[in-house]
């Protein structure tokens, strides 16, 4: 009963330190020896008070032996926003000289993948010690970290089209919201801080992706946002980071070059805990699933068209499909106490990733309420006593038809290969999965949010989910998910929770 008594001492503990918490348990996991002496913490009773010069450590003098430039500087001069109203020079995604079919045939596995190894022993000649065989890259070769392949440009040239925007986007919130506008947010200097180096973050990934794509690496655009209030600039940074890195997901282990991706994952790592701040920043469970999503390029391509008023002559254009917007009437505010109470189209506007409203009641909103479960102001993790969604939900959607003029510009122009929509289909963590739509008008149609989860004990549908209209229920995993293109009628996005 030793380690029960430990247990005990260290819930003791922890209660005299931060009374009232309950005592620490979890259920199921016994024994649990603690290897630590469970001493209860000292009481605090003195603190620091001075601050400044102290002891003298062994140090020497360096600089760094070369400075690359960046592609952009901090902060970037004049800025303009707003949407575009001239006409385009050129319309359409750029295409290749020769498309070779209306879509890709599905194949059966490649006949080289059958390696299964049943007792764990390796089966060939190691290359060197400590060097099993196998893996890309590995045999010596020189890295050269460059995109390989029409594809690799496509796909790293978008990654910089986002990459611009954030660096933009993070600046423009600190730059037009006050000191005191953050702070009734709940939002610190400090916090501003984090802001600020998260689009110090971008010039870094700018610069890294520029480089691997060459002298057509595209400029910074121009932008037109969505937000009127702090929140909803969080609430759409949360958003646009989720695409930005979710995009990524799907393509980067289908890039040619091995090297890119290296450079690249490197990145995105930095991109999935900005998203992870912003939910924190609003007061969102900050990572409420167990694997980030990957989408196809031409959604996140979708997702992120619609902010992008127009750029400069001669940017690099992108090849990637534009779909028709699909709007979720009833999406889940996470401003409100009860998401449950949202209003039909509680939205700043009608781009498919425009933030929830938050200029609601403040009866009705958990921005200020200082209750736990119904919390919603800046914390590094929040319950939500009333969930903003849940399995069996009802969503109701409306859907654009395609032929609409979007992005730099305008001088894009959406499409859908698709037949009527029967289905919806829902990307998040390790899966699709579809529900049935069923239509009740022009354009106008619901469905019920799916109880599926990823394994036992995980609802796979959680977080900013990825829906889609489509007209086929095709069986697809995270390797094969762009072969869903040619069956997408409308692309949208939920707030889940
Ligand atoms: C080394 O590996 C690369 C793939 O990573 C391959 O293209 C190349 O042919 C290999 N070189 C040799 C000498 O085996
Ligand atoms: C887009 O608009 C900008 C600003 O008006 C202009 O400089 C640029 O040439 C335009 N590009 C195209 C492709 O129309
Ligand atoms: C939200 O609606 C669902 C379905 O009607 C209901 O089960 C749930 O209790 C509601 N939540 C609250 C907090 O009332
Ligand atoms: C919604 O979007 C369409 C274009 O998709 C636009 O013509 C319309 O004015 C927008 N409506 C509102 C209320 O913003
Ligand atoms: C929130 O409530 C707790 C206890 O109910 C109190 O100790 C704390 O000061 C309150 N915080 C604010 C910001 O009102
Ligand atoms: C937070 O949520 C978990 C899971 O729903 C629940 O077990 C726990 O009691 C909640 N804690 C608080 C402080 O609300
Ligand atoms: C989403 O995740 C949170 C945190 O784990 C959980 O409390 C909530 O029930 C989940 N929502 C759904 C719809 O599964
Ligand atoms: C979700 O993905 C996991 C991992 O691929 C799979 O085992 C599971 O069956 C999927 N669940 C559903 C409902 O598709
Ligand atoms: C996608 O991959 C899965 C295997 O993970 C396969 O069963 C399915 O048939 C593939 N879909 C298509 C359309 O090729």
Same mark, same amino acid.
């Given at each position: 009963?030793?380690?029960?008594?430990?247990?005990?001492?260290?819930?003791?503990?922890?209660?005299?330190?931060?009374?009232?918490?309950?005592?620490?348990?979890?259920?199921?996991?016994?024994?649990?020896?603690?290897?630590?002496?469970?001493?209860?913490?000292?009481?605090?009773?003195?603190?620091?008070?001075?601050?400044?010069?102290?002891?003298?450590?062994?140090?020497?003098?360096?600089?760094?032996?070369?400075?690359?430039?960046?592609?952009?500087?901090?902060?970037?001069?004049?800025?303009? =926003?707003?949407?575009?109203?001239?006409?385009?020079?050129?319309?359409?995604? #750029?295409?290749?000289?020769?498309?070779?079919?209306?879509?890709?045939?599905?194949?059966?596995?490649?006949?080289?993948?059958?390696?299964?190894?049943?007792?764990?022993?390796?089966?060939?000649?190691?290359?060197?010690?400590?060097?099993?065989?196998?893996?890309?890259?590995?045999?010596?070769?020189?890295?050269?970290?460059?995109?390989?392949?029409?594809?690799?440009?496509?796909?790293?040239?978008?990654?910089?089209?986002?990459?611009?925007?954030?660096?933009?986007?993070?600046?423009?919130?600190?730059?037009?919201?006050?000191?005191?506008?953050?702070?009734?947010?709940?939002?610190?200097?400090?916090?501003?801080?984090?802001?600020?180096?998260?689009?110090?973050?971008?010039?870094?990934?700018?610069?890294?992706?520029?480089?691997?794509?060459?002298?057509?690496?595209?400029?910074?655009?121009?932008?037109?946002?969505?937000?009127?209030?702090?929140?909803?600039?969080?609430?759409?940074?949360?958003?646009?980071?989720?695409?930005?890195?979710?995009?990524?997901?799907?393509?980067?282990?289908?890039?040619?070059?091995?090297?890119?991706?290296?450079?690249?994952?490197?990145?995105?790592?930095?991109?999935?805990?900005?998203?992870?701040?912003?939910?924190?920043?609003?007061?969102? =469970?900050?990572?409420?699933?167990?694997?980030?999503?990957?989408?196809?390029?031409?959604?996140?391509?979708?997702?992120?068209?619609?902010?992008?008023?127009?750029?400069?002559?001669?940017?690099?254009?992108?090849?990637?499909?534009?779909?028709?917007?699909? =709007?979720?009437?009833?999406?889940?505010?996470?401003?409100?106490?009860?998401?449950?109470?949202?209003?039909?189209?509680?939205?700043?506007?009608?781009?498919?990733?425009?933030?929830?409203?938050?200029?609601?009641?403040?009866?009705?909103?958990?921005?200020?309420?200082?209750?736990?479960?119904?919390?919603?102001?800046?914390?590094?993790?929040?319950?939500?006593?009333?969930?903003?969604?849940?399995?069996?939900?009802?969503?109701?959607?409306?859907?654009?038809?395609?032929?609409?003029?979007?992005?730099?510009?305008?001088?894009?122009?959406?499409?859908?290969?698709?037949?009527?929509?029967?289905?919806?289909?829902?990307?998040?963590?390790?899966?699709?999965?579809?529900?049935?739509?069923? #239509?009740?008008?022009?354009?106008?149609?619901?469905?019920?949010?799916?109880?599926?989860?990823?394994?036992?004990?995980?609802?796979?549908?959680?977080?900013?989910?990825?829906?889609?209209?489509?007209?086929?229920?095709?069986?697809?995993?995270?390797?094969?998910?762009?072969?869903?293109?040619?069956?997408?009628?409308?692309?949208?996005?939920?707030?889940?929770?």
């Amino acid at each position: 009963m030793l380690s029960r008594s430990l247990l005990t001492g260290a819930a003791l503990a922890s209660l005299a330190a931060a009374a009232p918490a309950p005592a620490s348990d979890v259920p199921g996991y016994t024994d649990a020896d603690a290897p630590y002496a469970t001493e209860t913490p000292a009481p605090v009773t003195k603190l620091a008070t001075s601050f400044g010069l102290d002891s003298q450590i062994s140090a020497t003098f360096t600089t760094p032996s070369t400075e690359p430039p960046r592609v952009s500087s901090d902060v970037t001069g004049h800025t303009s =926003h707003g949407p575009y109203s001239g006409t385009p020079t050129t319309t359409g995604a #750029v295409q290749a000289p020769t498309t070779l079919a209306s879509t890709v045939s599905a194949l059966p596995p490649n006949p080289t993948a059958t390696y299964y190894n049943k007792d764990g022993t390796l089966t060939e000649p190691a290359p060197a010690p400590y060097v099993p065989a196998g893996g890309l890259g590995t045999n010596g070769t020189e890295p050269r970290y460059m995109v390989n392949s029409d594809f690799d440009f496509e796909s790293i040239l978008l990654g910089l089209y986002q990459e611009w925007i954030e660096l933009d986007l993070f600046n423009n919130g600190l730059a037009t919201f006050s000191e005191e506008d953050f702070l009734a947010a709940g939002l610190t200097a400090e916090h501003r801080e984090l802001i600020r180096f998260m689009a110090d973050q971008e010039t870094g990934h700018a610069t890294l992706l520029s480089r691997m794509l060459g002298e057509a690496a595209a400029p910074q655009c121009t932008y037109n946002y969505p937000f009127t209030t702090v929140r909803e600039f969080i609430d759409f940074n949360a958003k646009l980071t989720r695409w930005g890195e979710s995009g990524v997901w799907g393509f980067i282990n289908h890039l040619d070059s091995r090297e890119v991706g290296q450079m690249l994952s490197q990145s995105i790592a930095t991109e999935a805990r900005q998203e992870m701040s912003f939910r924190q920043m609003l007061g969102l =469970h900050p990572q409420p699933v167990w694997f980030e999503t990957g989408i196809p390029q031409s959604w996140a391509w979708t997702y992120l068209a619609p902010y992008i008023s127009s750029c400069p002559e001669g940017t690099t254009r992108l090849a990637w499909q534009n779909f028709p917007a699909l =709007h979720v009437v009833n999406n889940p505010n996470p401003n409100r106490l009860s998401a449950n109470d949202t209003k039909d189209f509680e939205v700043v506007g009608n781009r498919t990733a425009d933030p929830s409203d938050s200029r609601i009641p403040s009866d009705e909103s958990c921005v200020n309420l200082n209750v736990t479960g119904y919390n919603c102001g800046p914390a590094i993790s929040r319950n939500r006593s009333e969930p903003l969604s849940f399995p069996g939900r009802q969503v109701r959607f409306t859907w654009d038809e395609p032929g609409q003029a979007v992005g730099p510009n305008n001088s894009y122009v959406t499409s859908s290969t698709a037949g009527d929509p029967k289905f919806v289909a829902w990307v998040s963590q390790l899966n699709l999965t579809y529900t049935p739509l069923e #239509v009740t008008g022009q354009n106008k149609g619901f469905t019920y949010q799916p109880p599926d989860v990823v394994y036992q004990g995980e609802g796979a549908v959680n977080e900013t989910v990825f829906v889609a209209l489509t007209d086929s229920d095709l069986y697809l995993t995270p390797f094969n998910l762009s072969m869903i293109n040619p069956h997408v009628k409308a692309l949208g996005l939920y707030t889940a929770g």
